[in-house]
Each structure stands twice: as structure tokens, then as C-alpha cells.
């Protein structure tokens, strides 16, 4: 991706025929990190929105990176910045508790709990030696079990582990995904069911993050019942998208799911990036414009909905894309460089990028919100709301 000259810079916003204009990003937080600190938050209970993601920071000019997880403020400012073991991807939120769990990135050897009244982290939990967290993971309805998306690294499969939360994270059982390379999880019917991406790509912890069988690339939707680990359906992408791995999920009101798809083995033809699917039905390919989809390069990086919209990013190619929940139309795009994060909130949206920006969407009405820089950091992959 070839970045503009400043890449803090947003717009213009496309929302149809409407056109809004280009706009600097003057705000910043002074040059001070606080990589190696938590600050103290207030406690949740009717608190205002706490934002979270995993950020970078350093490993510039030959320095050494330093990761963690950050909790923001509706503004984009920092309430606090707590150091993880290494670089992380999506933090996920107990529903019952002012917790959160972040997941080591792809492939995983540890999760870890984070207060969200004071910011401080917990015991890691490792992963067991021939298994590897692929990133993501979601909570029960009322937060006693936690469920973390895996490889079985001997059986180049996918499952999923089984936490509970009320006994110190003790690993209790596992699932089976039904599926190859799964990457995220999201929770139905309040943790009875779990729908999971299942990328369809192989990985060994030998190789890195090389994917090993690009040549037969099996993605699938798969739902799953988490009392017995039965596969309720099973859902592949039409004939002729089997170069598609199913990366990124998010639940929509009706019941149904939007997924995002990453372009594993390129071919020269433009495909749906964003699809839907509502259960005992065909998945459904979101349109959007030759231009945009040209733009996206085959890859969404995040997918997230609210507000009656859909919303799924592409970094590579610098792009928000939104879509009508209810019937799949295109609303627009707003270029946000190396934009990946999306929470939904207020209706709208925040978002964030590589460059530290946290910039606020509202596709209902749409108009170019606030935007902020936290200097020196660089958020990652996902960004999540909790409260409010």
C-alpha cells in the first residue's frame, strides 16, 4: 500500500453520491508512552465507554517493539496502556465482570485477563505444547466460560478450548470446530452455540505464520453446539470462491452473521470480500464498487455490526466499507490509511489505524467526526467497546 504524504490523514468520506472533505488531524497526546505503566480507571459500573486494543509501540530506527493492551476513552485519549508478553490481536470483554481478555496473535502461546478498573494484568495462560491460540476467543452470556479458538497442530485441525473463568482460567475441556485454520469465534444463543470461522489454511509453529496448503484452501462457517460439540451446519462458499479462507466474524440482530473473507490464493478476479449468512440459508456476498473492491486487495481485516449497518475493514487497502444490515446495500467507504479496528458505539462507529488514529463514524447520518492521535502508538487488528 502506497500511504499519502501524511498518513494521519482522513477523507474524503464517500457515503453514496454525498462528498465530504479532506480534513488534517491536528489533535495529539503529547510525545510520553505509557508502554511500561497502568493508570487507574474508573469503575465501570455507569462509567462512560472504555475502548479496547492491542497496540505496538517502538521498533522504529532499529529500536525494540514493545506490545501491550490500552483502554481508551470515547475521544481516542489513553485511560491506560498495560505490557503483554508480545504482540496481540483481538481483547474480548466478560459480560459479567469489568474484565477483558487478550489473545497473543496468531500463532498463540498465551492469553491474559486485564482489569478494566485498574488496568493491570493477570497470570498468562499458556497454551498446551502441540496446540496454538489462532487469536480470538468468546465468553458465555453470563462470563463463567471463556471458549478460544485453536490449532491442533498434530491433527491439523481446528478446535476450540474450553476455559472456566470462575476457577482461574482452568483448562476444562475442548471442541471440535469442524474445520481447518479457524481464526475468530463469536458466541450465539448466549454461548450455546458458537459460529467459527474456519479459515481453511494450515499452519505449523515450525514455519511461522506460513500457510502450507494454499493450493487446497477449505474454508467454512461452521455452528457448533457447545454442549456436546455437534456441528448444527456447515457452510462453504460457492463454487469458484474456494480461494477464500473465512477469517472474521460479527453477529447480526436477526440472528444471522457477516463475515469477512481474505483472498488466499490470488487468481487476477475481483471477488465479494464481505458476505452474510443467516442460518439453514446460502451465504450472501455484499456488493460494493469495482473501485472499492479493487481498493480492499483482497482483504478484510476486521468486520463489525451495529446501528442497523455492517462494517468491515481493509487495511492493505486504507478502506472502511459499510453496508445495510438489512437488505446487504452499499452506503459508502471512508479511507482511514492502514485502518483495521472497528467498534460499533452511539449507533455509529469508532476506528481505528496503524498510526495511532482513533477516529469516530457515523454512517447513519454521515458527517466527519473527531479524530485523535495517541503519539507513538500503533493499534492493531481490533478494536472492542465495552460499557456505556
Known amino acids: 500500500m502506497t500511504l499519502p504524504d501524511d498518513p494521519l490523514q ?48 517502538g521498533g522504529s530506527a532499529g529500536g525494540e517493539a514493545n506490545y501491550g493492551v490500552a483502554g481508551l476513552n470515547r475521544a481516542g485519549e489513553l485511560v491506560f496502556a498495560t505490557p503483554l508478553p508480545g ?35 493477570g497470570p498468562a495462560v499458556a497454551v498446551p505444547k502441540d496446540r496454538r491460540f489462532t487469536g480470538h476467543g468468546a465468553f458465555t452470556a453470563d462470563g463463567r466460560i471463556l471458549y478460544v479458538a485453536e490449532d491442533d497442530v498434530p491433527n491439523e485441525t481446528g478446535a476450540v478450548a474450553i476455559y472456566d ?40 509453529p515450525d514455519t511461522g505464520r506460513a500457510k502450507l496448503n494454499l493450493d487446497r484452501v477449505d474454508a467454512s462457517l461452521t455452528y457448533v453446539e457447545t454442549a456436546t460439540g455437534r456441528l448444527l451446519e456447515q457452510v462453504r462458499l460457492p463454487l469458484g470462491h474456494d480461494n477464500l479462507g473465512i477469517r472474521h466474524l460479527a453477529p447480526l440482530p436477526d440472528g444471522g452473521v457477516a463475515f469477512g473473507v481474505q483472498d488466499e490464493r490470488p487468481n487476477g478476479e475481483l471477488q465479494p470480500l464481505v458476505w452474510t449468512h443467516r ?68 449507533g455509529g462507529y469508532l476506528m481505528s489505524n496503524g498510526f495511532g488514529v482513533v477516529a469516530t463514524l457515523a454512517p447513519q447520518g454521515p458527517t466527519e467526526g473527531p479524530a485523535h492521535v495517541v503519539a507513538g502508538f500503533r493499534w492493531d487488528n481490533h478494536m472492542t467497546a465495552v460499557g456505556g
Open 165 to 204: 473463568v470462575t476457577d482461574g482460567y482452568r483448562r476444562v475441556g475442548i471442541l471440535p470446530t469442524h474445520g481447518t485454520g479457524p481464526h475468530e469465534l463469536i458466541a450465539l444463543d448466549g454461548g450455546r452455540v458458537l459460529a467459527v470461522a474456519n479459515g481453511g489454511v494450515i499452519t505449523h
Open 87 to 121: 504482540r496481540a490481536h483481538a481483547v474480548v470483554p466478560n459480560p459479567s465482570r469489568a474484565e477483558a481478555v487478550v489473545f497473543a496473535r496468531r500463532p498463540g502461546r498465551w492469553f491474559v485477563p486485564v482489569s478494566l478498573e485498574g488496568g493491570g494484568a
Open 10 to 57: 482522513i477523507g474524503p468520506l464517500r457515503i453514496g453520491p454525498l462528498k465530504i472533505g479532506r480534513r488534517r488531524l491536528l489533535a495529539g497526546f503529547g510525545g510520553g508512552l505509557l508502554a511500561s505503566m497502568a493508570v487507574p480507571v474508573l469503575a465501570r459500573a455507569g462509567a462512560e465507554p472504555l475502548l479496547l486494543s492491542a497496540y505496538g509501540t
Open 279 to 346: 442460518p439453514g440459508g446460502a451465504p450472501v456476498p455484499l456488493a460494493m464498487p469495482e473501485e472499492d473492491l479493487a481498493r480492499f486487495d483482497g482483504y478484510v481485516g476486521s468486520v463489525a455490526a451495529g446501528g442497523g449497518t455492517i462494517a468491515a475493514s481493509s487495511p492493505r487497502g486504507g478502506l472502511i466499507g459499510l453496508w445495510n444490515a438489512a437488505d446487504g446495500a452499499w452506503l459508502g467507504s471512508v479511507p482511514l490509511p492502514d485502518g483495521c479496528g472497528i467498534a460499533p458505539l452511539d
